[in-house]
């Protein structure tokens, strides 16, 4: 059990119009702060004010970006109970993240205390509209100034809070997505299944080309063949065809989802088929053509259920929808009240912070 000292905020911030929150714009008044030393482990555990952090300009992560990261989020219920959506989910992706960006692993139990002890003291910041949430960025990077390429001495471990509204201004609205057919996000054997910074980096030139072009985000074709479809920039996708639901198979190259992996269980459980393979870029236009796509979306904890209202490859529209669909529809109801504490969570996914 982490030994948390305490610097309480003095002049807390004044709340932000939870009508109108966007995502990732506003913190809370604490974060949380743990350091991690070769010759000490971890250390200094704290809960302090929100405010910048000075580095050394010759910090590792600024030049080699060694960082890693997680996203999920804490709802109010009802009856003021606080709930965390399978933190432990998020914990063991970040130790595996770690794993591969070669950087110390957060005891599970630790990770969750973090978050637990922080949400609770700013847990004011929580908002209760529909389709807000506090959503929580747990974080690691290499902080040790060196500029030879190598692991750190020192690394640290933060966690900050922000209320946030839906993460695409389209709100449930569908989205559009644009295949990106020349650019790749991840291969087998490098970093796509690990939540680092790099993999972002690497994806806003397409995802900037995208937006000129009218789209919201890209979708990514797997990195040797140009072909498999994989994800979304911030979300898995899901592709409903002739009723079952197709999504890429966990292979390295693709985010393993903790909002994918709920939504598979919850699939199945309502007696759904759920194909987790490859996907052609060329079989999903077919099957476009022969109406056999009737739905596709995107999963993810910012974005919860995205539906995806246009698809286009080649800057050619293949699959177009208006509305949100029936599955789509019942996937983020489903999901959204489970987290929210409105229906009985049969899995046992929510955890109460205390
Ligand atoms: C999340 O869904 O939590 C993510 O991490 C996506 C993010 C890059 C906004």
Not at 53 to 64: E, K, N
Not at 224 to 246: C, L, P, S
Not at 324 to 330: A, D, E, L, P, V
């Amino acid at each position: 059990m982490l030994d948390i000292k305490y610097e309480y905020a003095v002049n807390k911030k004044e709340k932000p119009d939870m009508n109108n929150l966007g995502f990732g714009k506003y913190y809370t008044d604490h974060m949380f702060m743990m350091d991690w030393y070769r010759d000490k482990g971890f250390v200094d555990a704290k809960i302090i004010p929100y405010a910048p952090i000075s580095f050394d300009p010759a910090a590792l992560v600024l030049h080699y970006a060694q960082e890693t990261f997680e996203g999920l989020k804490a709802y109010k219920t009802k009856d003021n109970r606080i709930l965390l959506f399978r933190p432990d989910m998020n914990a063991k992706r970040f130790q595996n993240s770690n794993k591969r960006l070669y950087m110390p692993e957060v005891p599970i139990e630790d990770f969750i205390q973090a978050i637990n002890d922080l949400v609770k003291l700013d847990s004011d910041w929580i908002p209760t509209l529909p389709n807000t949430s506090l959503y929580i960025r747990p974080f690691m990077f290499a902080y040790q100034p060196k500029l030879g390429v190598h692991d750190a001495d020192h690394y640290k471990f933060m966690v900050i809070l922000s209320p946030v509204g839906s993460y695409y201004k389209e709100g449930l609205k569908p989205v559009k997505i644009y295949v990106e057919d020349e650019l790749v996000r991840a291969v087998k054997g490098g970093t796509g299944f690990a939540k680092c910074g790099g993999n972002y980096a690497a994806s806003i030139l397409a995802q900037i080309e995208a937006e000129k072009k009218g789209y919201s985000q890209v979708l990514w074709l797997d990195g040797v063949h140009h072909k498999y479809v994989e994800e979304v920039g911030t979300m898995n996708a899901m592709f409903v065809i002739d009723g079952k639901i197709i999504t890429a198979p966990l292979e390295g190259s693709v985010l393993p989802g903790v909002t994918r992996d709920s939504i598979i269980t919850l699939l199945k459980r309502k007696g759904y088929t759920v194909e987790e393979r490859h996907l052609s870029i060329d079989e999903l236009i077919e099957a476009s053509k022969a109406h056999k796509l009737t739905e596709a979306f995107g999963t993810g904890t910012a974005a919860v259920i995205s539906p995806i209202g246009t698809l286009a490859y080649k800057d050619e529209v293949f699959f177009h929808s208006d509305s949100i669909g029936n599955i789509s529809q019942m996937l983020y109801d489903t999901l959204t009240q489970i987290q929210n504490g409105i229906i009985e969570d049969k899995f046992n996914w929510t955890y109460e912070v205390k």
